[in-house]
């Protein structure tokens, strides 16, 4: 499988121009690739001003990831400020080729900027079946949760989309490769750059790590588009081999 992980600044609160900035982007990977990854809340920036950016399931840039995964027949997935019944989520999209969308609302929500007070928590992790592998995208400060991240159902790729900052960019790094190696599966990062309208610096550094928490794309701080083909049977070699997973705790998770 490959995944291209799109890094690029953001308009602030501008969805027409991100989604013609993306699209540029997009309509410059020349190989196939199975896989779009683009950042958290990718449309608008970290906004907790949902009430004046907010879009439907069925709104414009919506449709627009349809258009993009249908047109380089490939998932694209990355999430967006959605209002539903009354409600704000910062919702991640997965949006399958045939059009077929999957969506998953941010569970661990950042209090530490207030997205507790402007935004719903989801209550269910979803995984995928897509081209043969087993998915689990997840959004940004789930990072952080190790429990919820946990691979108990032999997860062969897990994605991360963010808008992480500079001032942490070393716990990126880190929970990164450490989810990695605890779940023995391909960890896929993709994060901005730039500066939004708060005053935040992001780094970028969008990355992915093996099995084993070794770079398979190592991070950087410029806008690029990162495309990398990722081995399942090694993976699955690898972890029979060592056998890891077969000594994990049994739990059962609350939400």
């Known amino acids: 499988m490959k995944i291209s992980l799109l890094q690029t600044s953001l308009e602030w609160e501008n969805p027409?121009?991100?989604?013609?900035?993306?699209?540029?982007?997009?309509?410059?990977?020349e190989e196939d690739t199975d896989i779009i990854m683009l950042p958290e809340m990718f449309a608008t920036?970290?906004?907790?001003?949902?009430?004046?950016?907010?879009?439907t399931k069925n709104g414009e840039t919506v449709q627009w990831m349809k258009k993009m995964a249908a047109k380089k027949d490939c998932a694209v997935t990355g999430s967006l400020v959605i209002e539903e019944n009354g409600n704000y989520y910062n919702r991640l999209f997965f949006i399958l080729p045939d059009g077929e969308i999957k969506t998953y609302n941010k569970r661990?929500?950042?209090?530490?900027?207030g997205e507790d007070k402007a935004y719903t928590a989801g209550t269910e992790r979803l995984i995928i079946n897509y081209r043969g592998w087993k998915i689990c995208p997840l959004v940004c400060y789930d990072l952080r949760f190790p429990v919820f991240s946990r691979n108990t159902e032999d997860i062969d790729l897990m994605l991360y989309v963010a808008n992480w900052p500079s001032l942490r960019v070393a716990a990126w790094d880190t929970?990164?490769?450490?989810?990695?190696?605890?779940?023995?599966?391909?960890?896929?990062?993709?994060?901005?750059?730039?500066?939004?309208?708060?005053?935040?610096?992001?780094?970028?550094h969008s990355q992915v790590f093996d099995c084993l928490g070794a770079y398979a794309v190592m991070p950087s701080v410029n806008e690029d588009v990162f495309t990398i083909k990722l081995d399942k049977d090694s993976m699955l070699e690898t972890r029979k081999k060592l056998g890891f997973l077969n000594d994990r705790d049994s739990f059962t998770l609350h939400l």
């Not at 013609?20 to 309509?27: G, T």
């Open 16 to 29: 027409e121009a991100n989604r013609n900035n993306f699209e540029k982007l997009i309509n410059s990977i």
């Open 45 to 55: 920036g970290f906004t907790m001003k949902p009430e004046g950016v907010a879009e």
């Open 108 to 113: 661990h929500l950042f209090s530490l900027a």
């Open 175 to 204: 929970l990164l490769k450490a989810r990695a190696i605890e779940n023995m599966c391909y960890v896929a990062g993709v994060n901005r750059v730039g500066n939004d309208n708060n005053g935040h610096a992001y780094p970028g």
